[in-house]
């Protein structure tokens, strides 16, 4: 007689009801991390919520409590003492140019660095990907002389071209991740056809980069409506500050409205919210694309 997998090595295979306990037990686990997960992502968010609907002497006995008497005031001052429409709206403008900016330079050049083949091209993917190894905070320095000896100051343009510009190292390297995998039978047929380089690019690798590219859009616009510092360093007149920068109105030298703070804060992140509620499948998509093509 043959002898079966588990007698002839020694060990024991799972099956039967001890793997079905097992594999119960690793989904228990998994349940319980995951829930622990959630409550420590969502309690912040919780608390800033009980905040923002508090009184100030409340908030400062009752810091951790749940709110006696929701104070739905706090929204509505915070929108309108701090002009956050002004703010939030220059937060649009800023965020937008961003992305034109950000796929302007960024998908042409993941285009080339894909599918063509010169002298020094991986020296070229090398140079520009390792920009992802510089924050844009560690730049405030040369970016505020830049800025000023270019008349730059107080310009949602020039904030956008920044943002722009730090976010190509990592947009180009997933768009150049994604652009690699496509066939190249697809361009030798279009060449056949009579297109040119540019017509490949724009009808064949920007239509089926589509997710790609609207995850590098998205990445984009989180980080352009999320940044502060270089904001705050560029932006100084009062209806040009983007919403991060209007935010900080609520605490000055003499007051700190904090619970007007809070609502504020839960104004803004709300929009941020929403979009990658309904963004979240396409940076899923493109981040991916490439792994499951490759």
């Not at 989904?27 to 991390?33: M, P, R, S």
């Not at 995951?34 to 400062?60: D, G």
């Not at 343009?157 to 697809?186: C, D, H, N």
């Not at 009062?238 to 619970?259: D, H, N, R, V």
């Amino acid at each position: 007689m043959t002898a079966t997998p588990r007698a002839k090595f020694g060990f024991h295979i799972p099956g039967g009801k001890s793997g079905q306990v097992m594999a119960k037990g690793s989904k228990t686990l998994c349940y319980i991390f995951l829930f622990i997960n959630t409550i420590i992502v969502l309690y912040p968010l919780l608390w800033l919520t009980f905040a923002a609907l508090k009184t100030q002497q409340e908030l400062t006995f009752n810091t951790w409590g749940i709110p006696k008497v929701p104070q739905f005031s706090n929204f509505v001052k915070a929108w309108s003492r701090s002009k956050m429409g002004y703010f939030m709206v220059n937060s649009i403008i800023v965020s937008a140019l961003t992305v034109v900016f950000t796929n302007a330079a960024c998908v042409p050049l993941a285009f080339v660095l894909s599918r063509f083949q010169f002298r020094f091209k991986r020296i070229l993917y090398f140079v520009v990907i390792a920009g992802m190894m510089i924050p844009i905070n560690s730049a405030i320095i040369p970016l505020y002389i830049l800025a000023n000896n270019l008349k730059m100051m107080n310009n949602l343009s020039a904030l956008a071209l920044i943002y722009g510009a730090f976010r190509i190292p990592i947009s180009v390297f997933i768009l150049e991740g994604f652009m690699s995998t496509i066939p190249k039978e697809l361009e030798e047929c279009a060449h056949i056809d009579g297109c040119s380089i540019f017509r490949i690019f724009w009808n064949i690798a920007v239509p089926l980069s589509r997710d790609t590219i609207a995850t590098v859009s998205i990445l984009a616009v989180l980080n352009a409506w999320n940044e502060l510092m270089v904001a705050m360093l560029l932006l100084s007149r009062q209806m040009q500050k983007t919403l991060p920068i209007g935010l900080m109105g609520f605490i000055s030298e003499y007051s700190a409205e904090y619970t007007q703070l809070c609502a504020g804060i839960l104004i803004a992140i709300v929009p941020n919210i929403i979009f990658y509620v309904f963004a979240q499948e396409k940076i899923q998509k493109g981040i991916t694309a490439g792994a499951l093509k490759g």
